[in-house]
């Protein structure tokens, strides 16, 4: 017996508030702090959270406070665009192998890879900005949606409704975008949902070892590299605050797809 809607709707509010919360303070930060992100003050070396500075300051003086909303804010739009981009390069790669079977051959070669050395190897050449980062991550990610989509279309073409589309003269692109695409959206919604949490913990990961967005962009990787060493200076501060936002902005995301798998009865 499936729950009533009104439940489900209370669930997603549950899931959602807290990233919807993260999301408004960091989108609207301008107009909350009047600090710079950048701007040093030797004055304000290791300040201890204040009526100033409501997260304290770093080892340059900088407001924590400010640099942590505009770190949320890189996460949640490299995670949203490399995750929509993601599943435009695995949609498109599945598209071409039902035409070229040899593809779907080279998608487990693809897999095999380390993604995240590659993402290294070839982050130390570009520069660290939004674009570079959301292609890299794109192009490190796609195969395993690629791989989990083509099975499900799989499943889906021995079904009677897309036999009958052939049979009434659909061609196969068509077929592929009218047919067998629509059911999989609840599928693509979870593994869209999933990857903005991998785009995520990639940045962060990449940043943390200096390897990701530029010096001058905030990053909750590049936060949490600098209090590595603070913390033992007793500024607690540093490191539990962009820790509490990673974790605030990752397990309602996990959460939600958790919540969206038993709903759309999927397993992955």
Not at 85 to 94: I, P
Not at 144 to 163: D, M, P, T, V
Not at 181 to 210: D, K, M, Q, R, Y
């Amino acid at each position: 017996m499936q729950a009533h809607p009104s439940k489900h709707r209370i669930k997603f509010s549950l899931f959602l508030a807290p990233l919807f919360t993260l999301a408004f303070l960091a989108f609207f930060i301008p107009h909350f702090s009047p600090h710079d992100i950048n701007l040093a003050s030797l004055s304000a070396l290791y300040q201890a959270p204040n009526s100033k500075h409501f997260f304290g300051t770093d080892h340059l003086g900088r407001d924590l406070f400010t640099r942590l909303f505009y770190a949320l804010r890189s996460s949640i739009f490299i995670g949203l665009a490399a995750s929509f981009l993601t599943l435009l390069f695995a949609v498109f790669y599945v598209f071409l192998a039902r035409f070229c079977d040899v593809l779907m051959r080279f998608l487990d070669m693809f897999l095999a890879l380390p993604f995240l050395l590659l993402m290294m190897f070839f982050q130390s050449f570009v520069a660290g900005g939004y674009a570079s980062m959301i292609i890299l991550i794109a192009l490190t990610h796609w195969p395993f949606i690629a791989k989990l989509l083509a099975s499900e279309l799989k499943r889906l073409e021995g079904l009677e409704f897309y036999q009958a589309a052939l049979v009434l003269g659909s061609s196969r692109t068509r077929a592929f975008f009218c047919e067998l695409l629509p059911p999989c959206f609840s599928i693509l919604t979870v593994l869209f949902i999933l990857n903005i949490i991998h785009a995520i913990g990639t940045e962060a990961t990449l940043s943390f070892f200096g390897l990701g967005l530029a010096f001058e962009i905030p990053s909750l990787g590049t936060m949490l590299a600098e209090a590595s060493g603070a913390v033992f200076m007793g500024a607690w501060w540093l490191i539990i605050h962009p820790l509490l936002a990673l974790l605030l902005l990752i397990l309602p995301l996990l959460a939600l797809s958790a919540h969206l798998q038993k709903y759309f009865g999927i397993k992955l």
